[in-house]
């Protein structure tokens, strides 16, 4: 019943990701300004936490091929990535105690690092040239004040996934 | 123990990584066909985005048509006064397509600007836009195949990268790697000129044209069109106009840089251009 759960909230996200570039980029003063959520990155994220790394990863490959195939240029990317932060979140988060902020915090940080992670092969692979510093302050900064904004609703919804039960007949 | 377990940690993402290179590899080879397994999860993830984008899609439309009653009286005006004209043109049309059909019968050829379109709806572009690129409602099963040119009403902005059945991945013809060298033609004073797509230059946002004869006399403000002569583009879609032209580095040709007519930030119904196969096989 929680893979269920699981799966469909990921669809969600992942949907409600794509909503988002309808209305991004957005013009301010003349400038294009990129707001790029990662509702699902947040939530497999979470995921790992709450739930299981192993669920987690396993999502993480399922949907991460799911994005390659079906928007992506460069396979690869999104797989590797969702699978290799999953690993980092659970080896730097059993670092700091479970409290919310600190956990809130390295997710943050990673969704960061995810977007940079995608910069930095799209720029060695020579199909983006952006400078570095239009990067951080026309999409980093930007991406992550929307993606700090975001994480209480993947905040919630993972901890309300957490507490559906395994097993429909578990209640015996 | 726990050194084995690192060392195990360590090897797998040593194969990630190789897995990951191959992939991009594999991901940035010229394919003119896509597999049936990229073709399976690209349609299963368009057939739950349509499930789930239902409901969404419902409260989208009930939103965007209440604005668009607000503006709705003056642009049916508008639209009114240019309808008047419609039926001369139309009339026109039919002569002059009746009449080329009859010389083109005469002289036995088949012409490379025919085409058919297939009007296809954008389903999804990726969150972080790096690339522009979008997946469109329409497969192999309408007809859609790789490598056909994709255009908005304004002009075109780029091929069909994967075919799915239900579903096709379009790459912009400002991503680098889409236009592999295609054949276009520059219209001065009535003649044409050619040259190929060599790359978008993004900070200028302009698309860069090399290979151009020296003395060629193109200037500013010339169209430019998709030539015909190499791939599976039909001949005379527009493609910009010139902004700029200048010497290339050995001065042996010259380079145009182009502005781009169709407008890749906001595209939200495309045509697929499928060419007439008579004058391909010419």
């Keep these: ?76 990317v999104h797989t590797f990535g969702i699978a290799a932060f999953v690993a980092f979140m659970h080896t730097a988060f059993r670092v700091f105690y479970r409290d919310v902020v600190a956990m809130a915090f390295v997710i943050l940080l990673l969704t960061f690092v995810y977007e940079s992670y995608i910069f930095l092969i799209y720029r060695v692979l020579d199909l983006v040239s952006l400078p570095v510093f239009d990067y951080l ?36 | 123990m726990n050194r084995l377990f690192n060392r195990n940690k360590m090897l797998i993402i040593l194969f990630g990584i190789i897995v990951l290179i191959l992939l991009i590899g594999f991901s940035m080879t010229d394919r003119d066909s896509t597999t049936k397994a990229e073709q399976f999860t690209a349609d299963a993830a368009a057939g ?20 668009q009653s607000f503006n709705a009286v003056s642009e049916n005006e508008d639209l009114r006064e240019q309808l008047d004209m419609l039926p001369q043109m139309e009339e026109d049309i039919e002569r002059l397509e009746a009449e080329n059909e009859e010389l083109r019968e005469a002289l036995d050829v088949s012409s ?8 296809a709806r954008v389903i999804s572009r990726s969150p972080d836009q790096w690339l522009d690129s979008f997946t469109i409602d329409k497969g192999t099963s309408d007809g859609v195949e790789e490598d056909m040119a994709v255009m908005t009403s304004e002009g075109l902005i780029g091929t069909v990268n994967r075919a799915n059945g239900g579903s096709s991945y379009i790459e912009m013809i400002t991503t680098n790697t889409s236009q592999d060298n295609l054949s276009v033609e520059i219209t001065h004073d009535g003649s044409p000129v050619y040259g190929t797509i060599s790359h978008f230059d993004n900070e200028r946002n302009l698309l860069v044209i090399e290979n151009i004869k020296n003395r060629s006399e193109i200037e500013e403000g010339d169209d430019v ?44 119904s495309v045509f697929v251009l499928q060419r007439d196969p008579e004058s391909m096989e010419e």
Excluded: C, W
């Design chain 2, 225 to 268: 069109f998709t030539s015909g002569l190499a791939g599976d583009f039909p001949e005379g879609i527009i493609i910009g106009t010139v902004a700029e032209v200048e010497n290339d580095e050995y001065g042996l040709s010259q380079n145009a840089y182009v502005q781009l007519a169709g407008n890749a930030d906001d595209v939200d």
């Design chain 1, 1 to 76: 019943m929680k893979a269920i759960v699981i799966f469909i909230a990921s669809l969600v996200f992942m949907y409600a990701d794509f909503l988002f570039a309808e209305i991004s980029p957005v013009t301010i003063s003349g400038l294009e300004v990129y707001f790029v959520p990662r509702l699902l990155l947040m939530y497999i994220l979470l995921i790992s936490i709450y739930i299981s790394p192993s669920m987690s990863a396993f999502t993480g490959i399922v949907f991460g091929i799911m994005l390659d195939v079906y928007i992506g240029s460069v396979y690869g």
């Design chain 2, 112 to 119: 490379k600007r025919e085409y058919e379109s297939i009007n």
């Design chain 1, 137 to 172: 302050a026309l999409r980093a900064a930007p991406s992550l004040l929307l993606n700090a904004l975001l994480f209480i609703i993947i905040f919630v919804t993972a901890l309300k996934t957490s507490k559906v039960r395994n097993n429909l007949q578990s209640k015996h």
């Design chain 2, 48 to 67: 739950t985005q349509s499930v789930i984008g239902a409901p969404l899609n419902i409260i989208t439309n009930i939103f965007s048509s209440i604005s």
